[in-house]
């Protein structure tokens, strides 16, 4: 008699466990983890060197982060425990040559095990983080103990930062928006009034997240501070002037000086740094500011007796500075230098060369004669 065969496994290999499809959120979150790996790497890159390319915020809401509240939050916690990641992993002694070069994705998975949420966590440096996940708790016990920490929880209520409560300022881009337009269709959903000192420029409550609001993600809105839209405003440019922006990067100034000479006119937009420079580009093609041709040289090298230069009327300069007043708004009180105590050697070197490069950007502009 001949035997039944047994059936066949028909179990796919997306069906057994360890092998299923990641949801939507896990998948949502794989990325971000990447992408604030990204920012990081900018920031302390940046703050090692005391020359930053961009601001927190200005990192995460640039045009090439997709998911900017997520990547923005990994990116402020893992800043916020940085010293403690740190120290963790070299406690724990885990990563290999390999890991090691992916640093900051490394600190951003250690974060979201120690401290975040570990349970929807995918990918090939996640698995390696979490196989080793013992090690990383058991790192960073001793190292509460040696803190006199109790537990965790105690850890974390230390390192609290009050938040700074200020309003959220919205400039209204009129090449694409009028201001009514603009306060009908932002006013659904959240309190919006006229500013009293700068036209275009509308005041919301503070904590208000516009970044992928449809008017932010068009260019039919900025959100730039009230005093960075003082600048374009002070020069009073007039429709079919040829204006030269000395030091335009990001591009906030120079696609509001576009704004209030209609689209009219010439701009030319000066930025040396070549990474900046590309913002610089991004930033004038969302305004649409269809008059602003971006020259990648340095101010200070540019001849004003040179005819491209002969119908200019007049220099919007607005060089780099030392960013104190807006410490708070930029958080640098996240950053790596400002744990380290009170200004060092290269903090003070970098002061000198920015105020130095402020007198011969200001002496420049004066002796062109336009």
Not at 264 to 286: F, M, S
Not at 290 to 318: G, M, R, T, W
Not at 328 to 346: E, F, I, K, Q
């Amino acid at each position: 008699m001949a035997r039944l065969k047994k059936p066949a496994n028909t179990t796919s290999a997306a069906e057994k466990p360890g092998n299923r499809q990641p949801s939507n959120a896990e998948r949502s979150s794989y990325f971000a983890r990447r992408e604030a790996a990204k920012v990081l790497r900018s920031v302390v890159q940046g703050d090692a060197r005391r020359r930053a390319v961009g601001s927190i915020k200005s990192l995460v809401y640039g045009p090439s982060i997709r998911n900017k509240k997520a990547t923005f939050a990994l990116v402020c916690q893992t800043l916020k425990y940085l010293p403690t990641i740190k120290d963790v992993l070299d406690s724990a002694n885990i990563l290999n040559s390999k890991w090691k070069r992916q640093g900051e994705l490394m600190y951003i998975i250690t974060y979201d095990i120690l401290f975040g949420q570990a349970a929807s966590l995918i990918g090939d440096a996640e698995k390696f983080l979490l196989l080793r996940k013992d090690s990383l708790q058991s790192a960073l016990a001793q190292l509460l103990v040696r803190k006199g920490m109790k537990n965790i929880k105690d850890f974390m209520a230390c390192q609290h930062f009050s938040d700074i409560s200020k309003p959220r300022y919205i400039r209204v881009n009129t090449l694409k928006l009028d201001l009514e337009s603009a306060l009908q269709q932002l006013g659904k959903h959240n309190m919006v009034h006229k500013d009293d000192m700068v036209p275009d420029l509308l005041v919301l409550p503070h904590g208000v997240d516009l970044h992928n609001h449809p008017l932010v993600i068009n260019g039919g809105v900025f959100m730039q501070g009230k005093a960075s839209s003082m600048a374009a405003l002070a020069l009073q440019p007039e429709p079919g002037w040829e204006v030269l922006d000395a030091c335009a990067a990001p591009g906030n100034k120079t696609a509001h000086l576009a704004a209030l000479m209609g689209g009219k006119g010439k701009i030319i937009a000066c930025e040396l740094n070549k990474d900046r420079c590309q913002r610089l580009k991004d930033t004038i093609k969302l305004a649409g500011a269809s008059n602003v041709e971006v020259l990648h040289e340095d101010f200070l090298n540019l001849n004003p007796k040179h005819a491209s230069y002969s119908k200019i009327h007049a220099i919007l300069l607005d060089p780099s500075c030392s960013g104190s007043g807006t410490a708070a708004v930029r958080l640098d009180h996240l950053l790596p230098s400002h744990g380290a105590g009170n200004a060092d050697a290269a903090d003070i070197g970098r002061l000198r060369k920015l105020q130095a490069f402020q007198k011969k950007a200001l002496a420049h502009a004066l002796s062109c004669k336009f």
